[in-house]
């Protein structure tokens, strides 16, 4: 992360949801134990500037729960804490994720006057029966409604989606995509399913009721999804949930969940792009192809695998790369 990218996250998990979603732990995901006090606050953003280099002003950013929808005043603390910091030019601006349905005029005309610069929706998706079997209690118009609220007050937009939800089929998420891409978001978030112990959607798991959303099946839709999302210029800030302990050591019983999931997507990527310069005339042959510089270990794939599928599905007899001063993302086959 650049400095000036840099952020320092202060978790409210599960404060002002009024749902309980099938998939959520926010405790799990975050890593936070309990919602954060304004002292918290004040706390985080001491710490994270003394981890910081000087001269580095980073955002502040509430994650968890659904900021907007807790109780006003708890708001007022929790965004007043952070206030100085902001005024004094410690922090460049403050960001917080909440729900489409927690979103009015009342509300951005608060954030504003406090200084948010970045609302983050949850929308996960734009299919009106996976929000319903997710049990999310808001709709696809609700997220519609909310994201030209907050573009029309001058907020910076992120939207945020999941791929593998009860109900859901790739195209349903491509779809969810697209219907993104005409809400002229500032970025995205794509975070395929984690089945997250002691959650329902961890029950109905265990009960055979649903499938798991596996690494490879987000990994190829997600590769999808970052090629729509790049040909819109809409940048993809995260990709899979961020690695946590909990997680990690048996919080996150099955589903998507892979600590370089973004590394795996990339290379999958480069390999749909490697794959469209092949045919079965080549094989028993060598292929040489030229990438972008620092892109070499992408394009090779984790643990080499992009070679050995080229190779399998060709009948190539070796894969190399070389570095070449061309875009990222690109692939040029080159004759030795």
Known sequence: MTPRRSVIPVFVPHLGCPHQCVFCDQRRIS????????????RAVEEGLARLKPGTCPALAF????????????????????????????????????RPDAIDGDILALLKAYGVRTVELGVQSMDGEVLRLSRRGHTPEDAVRAAKAVKDAGFELILQMMTGLPGDTPEKSLETARRFVELRPDGVRIYPTVVIRDT????????????????????????????????????????????????????????????ALGELVLARRYLARERALLSEEDGGRE?????????????????????RILQREFALSGVRFVQRNIPDLTVERVTP
Do not use: M
């Not at 109780?71 to 960001?95: D, S, V, W």
């Not at 292929?287 to 070679?307: E, Y």
């Open 31 to 42: 890593g936070a134990l309990r919602p954060a006090r304004p002292e918290d606050v004040a």
């Open 63 to 98: 994650y968890g729960g659904s900021f907007t929808a807790i109780p006003l005043e708890e708001q007022k603390a929790l965004l007043g804490a952070a206030r100085p910091y902001l005024e004094a030019g410690k922090i460049r601006e403050l960001r917080l994720s909440t």
């Open 200 to 259: 329902p959607l961890y029950d109905l798991w265990r009960a055979g009721a649903y499938r798991e959303h596996t690494v490879e099946e987000a990994t190829e839709l997600c590769a999808a999804l970052c090629d729509i999302f790049d040909g819109a210029g809409i940048p993809v800030i995260r990709l899979g949930l961020n690695p946590t302990d909990e997680l990690t050591h048996g919080g996150a019983a099955a589903g998507a969940y892979h600590p």
């Open 287 to 307: 292929i040489l192809f030229a990438v972008s510089p620092g892109r070499i270990s992408a394009a090779t794939g984790q643990k080499r695998d992009n070679i």
